[in-house]
């Protein structure tokens, strides 16, 4: 399993930046796939998340409105679309993956996001 995010950089608040993760090894449609962050003495939380199939997703109560979760089965990318950012969304984001059925992920390097002004 292969995960590699981008898109992150640094951004204003207010303004808006859309992850992207690639990924590779496995069979990319079957899996759940979900985004978290980290941010500087703080605990990985879940940001949001998307099923394998249907696409049904859900979010931390933070994002909610703000952020959209979607995938591209075709191409084996989750994005995460971020807008109407604040300074406590900076973080390093991750991308995860975890097959149906069990309990252990797969996580990518991460990508810094950096809202300031």
């Known amino acids: 399993v292969q995960l590699v995010e981008s898109g992150g950089g640094l951004v204003q608040p207010g303004g808006s930046l859309r992850l992207s993760c690639a990924a590779s090894g496995f069979t990319f449609s079957r899996y759940y796939m979900s985004w978290y962050r980290q941010a500087p003495g703080k605990e990985r939380e879940l940001v949001a998340a998307i099923i394998s199939a249907g696409g049904s997703t859900n979010y931390a109560d933070s994002v909610k409105g703000r952020f959209t979760i979607s995938r591209d089965n075709a191409k084996n990318t989750v994005y995460l679309q971020m807008n109407s950012l604040k300074p406590e969304d900076t973080a390093v984001y991750y991308c995860?993956?975890?097959?149906?059925?069990?309990?252990?992920?797969?996580w990518g390097q991460g990508t810094q996001v950096t809202v300031s002004s």
């Open positions: 995860s993956a975890r097959a149906p059925g069990l309990s252990s992920r797969s």
